[in-house]
């Protein structure tokens, strides 16, 4: 793999091609907190949901906080914990849904055409196939821009509507019902915003764990309204993960950028 200089608008971290095709996720100890208690959260880096397959660097995570109506309360003393970054953070003494969340400083990384075309062929991103095969970039090596938004839905007491409020980040992730009214069996429909505006035809993966079994689905596409129902067949913790890449604004430092959104929660 090789790596080239960047502006300073990002940071260059050596990684593998493995670790940048990963996936960022949070997974709190626990999605259904108590007032006042300390909550632990886990920032995991990897495809083999719920587990991290490797620590992503604390310098390039930022704003690791708990939002909860107005209030926000950052998230303490982030450290790596075997293959997971680890941080806390204080529970508010109210009822209600809280969103924690964080994001990603982009980052820059060029791979091999044969490893780009199965990166994005793997994510469903047919845009990115076709414009390079059109242009005659299919042959040539990958150079990408990228950065990650991560969010987790927690419960204290009762829900509320905080479920559905957007953080503003580049892509998100919504909700469009409650996951903790929902019960296994149910389907969840989401809506995905990019740019502050439907994404429209991005496929969508979910991920499952419960009762020591996992698995990862492509469920589907967003609609011309950037929304999809999500299947939730089992109890347990979900993953939603999905990819948008397109042009780099800035050619000088890379060709293509791409923006990742996550959203965990929990299902009775």
């Not at 997971?84 to 400083?105: A, K, Q, Y």
């Not at 990228?146 to 905080?162: N, Q, R, V």
Request: glycine residues 8%.
């Amino acid at each position: 793999m090789t790596f080239h200089p960047i502006k300073s608008v990002c940071i260059l971290v050596l990684l593998t091609s493995g670790l940048h095709a990963h996936d960022l996720y949070l997974l709190p100890d626990t999605f259904r907190v108590a007032p006042k208690s300390t909550l632990s959260v886990g920032f995991h880096n990897g495809d083999s949901f719920p587990e991290s397959e490797g620590a992503a660097h604390i310098e390039r995570l930022k704003d690791a906080q708990l939002r909860s109506g107005s209030s926000t309360v950052p998230l303490k003393d982030l450290r790596v914990a075997g293959k997971r970054v680890v941080g806390t953070v204080e529970i508010p003494d109210r009822s209600g849904n809280f969103l924690v969340s964080v994001h990603i400083v982009p980052n820059f990384i060029e791979m091999t055409p044969d490893k780009f075309v199965a990166y994005v062929k793997e994510e469903g991103l047919t845009n990115v196939m076709d414009w390079r095969r059109e242009h005659g970039e299919d042959k040539r090596p990958g150079k990408e821009r990228y950065s990650k938004f991560a969010k987790s839905l927690l419960l204290s007491g009762m829900p509320d509507d905080f479920y559905r409020q957007s953080l503003g980040f580049t892509i998100e992730i919504i909700p469009e019902k409650n996951p903790y009214l929902l019960q296994a069996g149910d389907e969840l429909p989401i809506l995905i915003w990019f740019r502050g505006k439907p994404a429209v035809d991005l496929q969508l993966e979910t991920a499952w764990s419960g009762k020591g079994k996992s698995k990862t689905t492509v469920i589907g596409r967003t609609d011309a309204e950037g929304r999809i129902k999500v299947p939730l067949p089992a109890a347990g913790k979900w993953r939603l993960h999905r990819i948008k890449m397109e042009r780099c604004a800035e050619p000088a430092v890379a060709e293509w950028e791409s923006f990742w959104a996550s959203l965990t929660f929990e299902v009775h």
